[in-house]
């Protein structure tokens, strides 16, 4: 049942930093400066940082999952 609980609360992790902001500090220097200048390419910026950062933690959540059902499989024959 802890790992369970541990597995959701990693999920939930997860998922919750996705919403915060990506961006180093070089990275988010640049940004404002451009959007000071009145262009709009800081959105397109943050996103592909985020969309980048999200793919480990999806391949890790993937190979976990199938190890999981691997073993399910395992068991029950």
Not at 41 to 57: Q, R, T
Request: with cysteine.
């Amino acid at each position: 049942m802890i790992k369970i609980k541990l597995f959701f609360l990693v999920i939930l992790m997860t998922c919750f930093t996705s919403i915060s902001i990506g961006q180093c500090a070089m990275c988010k220097a640049v940004v404002e400066a451009n959007v000071a200048s009145g262009d709009t390419k800081a959105a397109g910026l943050n996103d592909g940082i985020l969309f980048l950062m999200s793919m480990p933690y999806i391949a890790v959540f993937l190979f976990a999952l199938f190890f999981y059902l691997q073993k399910r499989k395992m068991q029950t024959t």
